[in-house]
């Protein structure tokens, strides 16, 4: 119950104890001091503005779903990744979209960088968002993006393009607040820098986390 409404409606039963207080109870005995402390009790039961009012109570207590944010997100490489490397040319880069590749472009500085568009959800007991979308992989809360290489092999018959590595980018770390900010923003970006070229000089593989976390920028 209300402990507003239950103090709104328990006024009435004050006020008559204190009135039968001052009064000694002289003027209501019997059936009438019984009549009016159970009008008193009742009126506690029930809330201060209808019996609806319960109905509303629990209604609010149900959590709602939150709504879905559109944001948009871009992975940049600190330094480029070589053209060629262990057998392989014409290397390129490019957030994978479950079985598509999504190509990237060159930043104001001159390096890569590959961006792309997902939902986010808030999740109902942890609060961080869950991302949703074909460029989104992993576990709901362990969601990370893909940078997918593909390249040409030398000596290959069909001279065909392959993807050959990739690098996972986790996209742990981020919070909802940054959500609800890049989202507000008409040219707001969540942005992360990773290393463009793994320890053996070819394009940055295997998991890669960012070297300075998610953060939000224009652009």
């Known amino acids: 119950m209300h402990w507003a409404a239950a103090s709104a409606n328990g006024a009435g039963l004050a006020l008559a104890l204190a009135f039968g207080a001052l009064t000694g109870w002289r003027e209501l005995e019997g059936p009438s001091l019984a009549a009016l402390f159970l009008a008193g009790v009742i009126g506690m039961m029930l809330p201060a503005d209808g019996p609806r009012t319960r109905d509303r109570e629990v209604s609010l207590m149900v959590p709602t779903p939150n709504s879905e944010q559109i944001v948009r997100l871009r992975v940049?490489?600190?330094?480029?990744?070589?053209?060629?490397?262990?057998?392989?040319?014409?290397?390129?880069?490019?957030?994978?979209?479950?079985?598509?590749?999504?190509?990237?472009?060159?930043?104001?500085?001159?390096?890569p960088r590959f961006t792309c568009e997902l939902r986010a959800r808030r999740d109902a007991t942890t609060g961080a968002p869950v991302f949703l979308g074909p460029c989104a992989f992993g576990p709901p809360a362990e969601r990370f993006l893909y940078v997918s290489w593909s390249a040409v092999r030398l000596g290959d018959p069909d001279d065909g393009r392959a993807m050959f590595r990739r690098a996972k980018v986790p996209l742990g770390g981020i919070t909802w607040a940054q959500v609800e900010d890049v989202a507000a923003r008409p040219d707001g970006v969540l942005e992360a820098t990773v290393p463009g070229v793994a320890r053996d000089g070819g394009p940055v593989c295997a998991s890669v986390p960012p070297r300075d976390g998610w953060r939000v920028v224009a652009g």
Not at 87 to 107: A, F
């Open 76 to 111: 940049r490489l600190a330094d480029a990744p070589p053209r060629a490397c262990a057998g392989y040319v014409e290397i390129e880069g490019g957030l994978q979209r479950k079985d598509d590749v999504l190509p990237g472009d060159v930043g104001p500085d001159g390096l």
